[in-house]
Nanobody, 114 residues
Framework: QVQLQASGGGLVQAGGSLRLSCAVSGRFVTLNAMGWYHQAPGKQRELVASRSGGSTNYADSVLGRFTISWDNAKNTVYLQMNSLKPEDTGVYYC?????????WGQGTQVTVSS
């Protein structure tokens, strides 16, 4: 069982940047996959960035603007968000998968003003 602690959200103007962090703690050898999800107000949660086996994938809406990465020394997943748009507003959740087990962070709020 692992625990995830997300942080880094906040209020930013359109065109700005934020870096989200998700610290992973607990007993694990390796993560099979990791991802960041975005839940806009009144909408379903959607996957915007994922990383598995060294490969990364991005939703079309964030391609070229967001970057997911993993720091093995810090056991932390990052989401670098550049050129933010008002439609990026919402709660961002991190998720990791170990084998068949999936764990979620508590979410961090990102608000992008126009």
């Amino acid at each position: 069982q692992v625990q995830l602690q997300a942080s880094g959200g906040g209020l930013v103007q359109a065109g700005g940047s934020l870096r989200l962090s998700c610290a992973v703690s607990g007993r694990f050898v390796t993560l099979n996959a990791m991802g960041w999800y975005h839940q806009a107000p009144g909408k379903q949660r959607e996957l915007v960035a994922s990383r598995s086996g060294g490969s990364t994938n991005y939703a079309d809406s964030v391609l070229g603007r967001f970057t997911i990465s993993w720091d093995n020394a810090k056991n932390t997943v990052y989401l670098q968000m550049n050129s933010l748009k008002p439609e990026d507003t919402g709660v961002y959740y991190c998720n990791v998968r170990i084998g068949w087990s999936s764990s979620w962070g508590q979410g961090t709020q990102v608000t992008v003003s126009s």
